[in-house]
């Protein structure tokens, strides 16, 4: 006895049985059905594989198909997301379009499966190089574009300064001038126009990076922020952490019976030296 | 106070549940007690809890100088314990995070009444986020809060550190709170002191330190000013002395 779940005419999901129906309707049936059950055949195998057949098709319209990045569709979806965020939250976004400079020269000199390889490498340095929540997309041949939610242009500037490092250290056989040539823009709450002004002032960033010489970063606009800031570093937390040593060797004397030396006191010595 | 300008200090930590609103609110008893115009500010708009410590039901905080159009005068509350408060929000997502202009709209408000008053102390919230620091730039003093867990040291360096690269403030005044004995809080603060001599240059100025007192947390619960409400108590001397040391600064002006 087979099964089939196609649309019908009134509802979404009828379910026929098939045995029943005359040879030219039911091959008519099977081809336009959603789902077909044989009787061997086990419900959830056969969902598990539905979906992972409907995720393969989905990642096929949203990905690029050489570097596995997202394509310029996700990407546009994305972006509109995220600056709704932005106005939503008052939370700035940011975004930066990658280039890479003198990829042509490389393609032409090594040919196209060097190229095709330098693309997959620069694919995973920025993977790599970014955080998980940012998005990465693959914007045209050699372009990349990035979306950093809840990320302001300072932050950004300073991502994109590290990519770009880690581009131009990507390794090449033959000594070509590869780099890579990057804009960044802001969106943030005062932002008038909408994905396409934003997409336009990173391009603006990235052409200016082009035309001052390539390999570098410019940005849109001005980080409020300027100072280079310094984490605490851990020079630091172990000058901070010694007194907490002599405090649990203060505990530890309260804790066990005394025998007449004083254990803070000597840990005070300890501490001076 | 022969000039107009009123000593305006601000209360950090870095991390949270030290003390700082303790400390704020004591500390403004005691100059108020000394016969001293004081305001205090409860700049944690995210999570305000000054209103909560003196038992007291606002019926306007920044949230509506901020939001609602109401002017900084009508914000501000007389306390039983002499000072004056402006209560912060809490629970309001907007506030939390609030814009950078609405930070400025804040302080460009509470400037104008900083002259009635010689003293204002400004209680600002846990992290080191844009609106902590904006509100530690707007005092002339900082006072660091910190206890005993080495975390708190930590952070309230971190927020030195901060604070000194972003803004170049170099002094900083520390208390040291819920220590064992005087010279725990002595000891604590001697670190913090090496670290910053050491790394960043320049020295902190030791306020004092607030020993461990059960009085505290009963005052905390009764929605009491402990130093008012049971001034005998340990705790309450040591903010007597920080109070002393506060007051010390009126003449290096």
């Not at chain 2, 670190?191 to 009963?218: H, W």
């Amino acid at each position: 006895m087979w099964l089939a779940a196609h649309k019908g005419r009134k509802t979404d999901v009828v379910i026929t049985f098939v045995d029943e129906l005359p040879e030219p309707d039911r091959d008519a049936l099977l081809a336009r059905a959603h789902l077909v059950m044989v009787p061997d055949d086990d419900l959830l195998d056969k969902i598990v594989q539905l979906k992972k057949e409907n995720n393969h098709l989905r990642s096929l319209t949203l990905t690029d198909a050489l570097t596995g990045l997202y394509n310029t569709r996700f990407f546009t979806m994305q972006l509109e997301i995220e600056i709704a965020r932005t106005r939503r939250t008052g939370q700035p976004s940011s975004m930066m379009m990658i280039d890479l400079d003198n990829f042509k020269l490389l393609n032409d000199t090594m040919g196209h499966v060097h190229g095709n390889r330098f693309l997959l490498k620069t694919a995973s340095t920025l993977r790599e190089q970014l955080r998980p929540t940012d998005i990465v997309c693959r914007y045209g041949g050699d372009e990349f574009a990035v979306i950093m939610p809840a990320t302001d242009l300072f932050d950004a500037a300073r991502i994109a300064t590290r990519l770009q490092q880690a581009i131009a250290e990507i390794p090449l056989k033959k000594l070509l001038p590869i780099s890579a040539s990057i804009g960044v823009a802001e969106y943030s709450a005062e932002s008038k126009g909408g994905s396409d002004e934003f997409v336009h002032q990173a391009d603006m960033a990235l052409y200016k990076a082009k035309k001052n010489g390539k390999n570098q970063v410019f940005y849109a606009g001005k980080p409020e922020k300027t100072v280079e800031l310094d984490s605490v570093t851990q020079e630091e937390k172990w000058s901070l952490a010694r007194s907490s040593k002599w405090r649990l060797e203060q505990v530890f004397s309260a804790a066990q019976p005394h025998n007449g030396t004083d254990s803070s006191g000597r840990a005070g010595l300890k501490k001076r030296s | 106070m022969d000039e107009q300008i009123p000593i305006i200090a601000s209360v950090a930590s870095g991390k949270g549940g030290v003390g700082k609103t303790f400390v704020t609110v004591n500390l403004a008893a005691l100059l108020a007690k000394k016969k001293k115009r004081v305001l205090a500010v409860d700049c944690d708009l995210g999570l305000a809890n000054m209103d909560i410590m003196l038992g007291l039901d606002p019926p306007l905080t920044l949230k509506d100088v901020v939001f609602g159009g109401a002017t900084i005068r009508d914000a501000i509350i007389p306390t039983k314990a002499g000072f004056d408060l402006i209560a912060g929000s809490s629970g309001v997502k907007e506030m939390a995070q609030p814009l950078y202009e609405k930070i400025q709209l804040i302080k460009d408000a509470l400037r104008p009444i900083f002259p009635s008053y010689d003293y204002v102390l400004l209680d600002t919230g846990a992290g080191i986020s844009e609106m902590v620091l904006q509100f530690n730039l707007l005092a002339y003093r900082n006072i660091i809060v910190l206890n005993r867990e080495l975390t708190s040291l930590t952070d309230a360096y971190a927020m030195i550190k901060v604070m000194y690269q972003i803004f170049a403030r170099d002094c900083f005044s520390v208390i040291v709170n819920s220590t064992a004995t005087e010279k725990e809080g002595r000891k604590i603060f001697s670190q913090i002191d090496t670290t910053c001599r050491k790394f960043l240059g320049f020295p902190l100025e030791y306020l004092g330190s607030i020993t461990s007192d059960q009085a505290v947390p009963r005052s905390i619960i009764r929605q009491e000013v402990l130093a008012i409400s049971t001034p005998q108590s340990l705790a309450s001397k040591d903010c007597d002395c920080i109070t002393q040391g506060v007051c010390s600064w009126e003449t290096s002006y």
